[in-house]
């Protein structure tokens, strides 16, 4: 098997444009005796997976601070984000950061956190786990979503080669 310089790699992963989604979940082991505690993480890992049942997948690595929350979560939200969402996602990056202090959200179902703003939301509950070397990848049976991409009231947030793009940047560069 071929070895990789790992910055090529990454780089080499970067050039496949995606949207930009916060996981988020309840972490009941933070404090013992203590109400569950949010957690938010940034993911580009995400996809559709299947209609019937209705699967999408995502992916963390192991390494993650927020790693053990997700592990034992029975249910996430992932919420696509949209572009004036920049903030946010470069928050949920990043580590230690108190991601829910200036972030508004409400529960959702079993009382995940669910961001006020988003492109498009889905509630899922975990279906399967996989290994995928040094990340998890986890599957959720989307149980209900909620799609403001339909009436246009937000275009989503695109990363591609390191950096922030929105979609008429993107067309513009199609058509220009």
Excluded at 5 to 22: E, N, P, Y
Excluded at 52 to 72: T, V, Y
Excluded at 109 to 130: A, M, N, T
């Amino acid at each position: 098997m071929q070895e990789f310089d790992s910055r090529a790699l990454r780089d080499a992963f970067s050039g496949f444009s995606t949207g930009v989604t916060i996981i988020t979940t309840l972490d009941s082991d933070s404090v013992p005796g203590a109400p569950p505690r949010p957690v938010a993480m940034t993911a580009n890992s995400f996809s559709s997976v299947s209609m019937d049942p209705p699967l999408l997948l995502w992916s963390i690595d192991k390494r993650a601070q927020c790693f053990n929350a997700f592990k034992q979560a029975r249910y996430f939200a992932a919420h696509v984000l949209h572009s004036g969402q920049q903030a946010v996602s470069n928050l949920c990056a990043t580590r230690d950061a108190d991601k829910f202090s200036d972030t508004p959200w409400h529960a959702g179902l079993s009382g995940i956190p669910i961001l006020d703003e988003y492109h498009i939301c889905f509630q899922c509950e975990i279906e399967h786990r996989y290994a995928g070397g040094d990340h998890q990848i986890i599957v959720g049976r989307v149980l209900s979503f909620d799609n403001r991409a339909t009436a246009r009231q937000t275009e989503p947030l695109v990363f591609y080669q390191g950096k922030y793009h929105e979609v008429a940047q993107v067309q513009s560069r199609v058509s220009g």
